[in-house]
């Protein structure tokens, strides 16, 4: 049971002390919405370094190829989803989506963040710059899971194991 517990205070601790970054970084000191980077910090937070940095490049990945089906895709999408042809670009693009990270990217990991970026993406444009808001949507994903990564790191303790390589 103190095992689960500390456990679950260390995950709870870096979880915490990355959105503070996240949110303090982006939104204090650049003004920029840092919602996009809390949820990439705290969805590739596991258990060790090696943990994290796969499920953090699994979701950059997918994030730039959600991005970019989703660029593509509003271009055949008149004003958004309102309409029948419009849902079925959205529903095609899912299987696109899916197909793409696992067998081209061979990535499958991937796929589920990279069909929720295209649907923000083309669900959510409300008149926005399309090349900017997945532009800026890739970018505050890759600031979240490199916080995530370093804080990990940190409070992991696994940069002593480097420190001791560097003085051998």
């Known amino acids: 049971m103190e095992k689960e517990y500390n456990e ?3 995950k709870s601790l870096k979880i915490s ?8 970084l982006l ?3 650049f003004n920029v919405n840092p919602f996009y980077a809390a949820i990439a910090a705290v969805s590739c937070l596991q258990g060790t370094i090696k943990d994290s940095f796969k499920v953090g490049i699994e979701r950059v990945i997918g994030t730039i190829f959600g991005g970019v089906v989703g660029l593509f895709a509003i271009y055949f999408i008149t004003t958004e989803a309102n309409d ?9 693009s899912m299987i696109i989506i ?4 696992t067998y081209i990217l061979k990535k499958p990991a991937s ?3 990279a069909c929720i970026v295209f ?6 444009m409300e008149g926005r710059d399309p090349y900017f808001w997945a532009g800026k949507r890739i970018l505050t994903t890759i600031v979240g899971v490199i916080i995530a990564l370093v804080w990990n790191w940190i409070l992991s303790g696994e940069y002593k194991s480097l420190k001791k390589r560097k003085r051998v």
């Open 98 to 101: 899916i197909f793409g990270c």
């Open 111 to 113: 796929s589920t963040i």
């Open 27 to 29: 939104k204090v000191l």
């Open 17 to 24: 002390i990355s959105v503070f970054w996240c949110v303090f």
């Open 8 to 10: 679950t205070l260390n």
């Open 84 to 92: 029948f042809k419009g849902s079925l670009i959205m529903a095609l």
């Open 119 to 124: 649907l923000g993406i083309a669900t959510n």
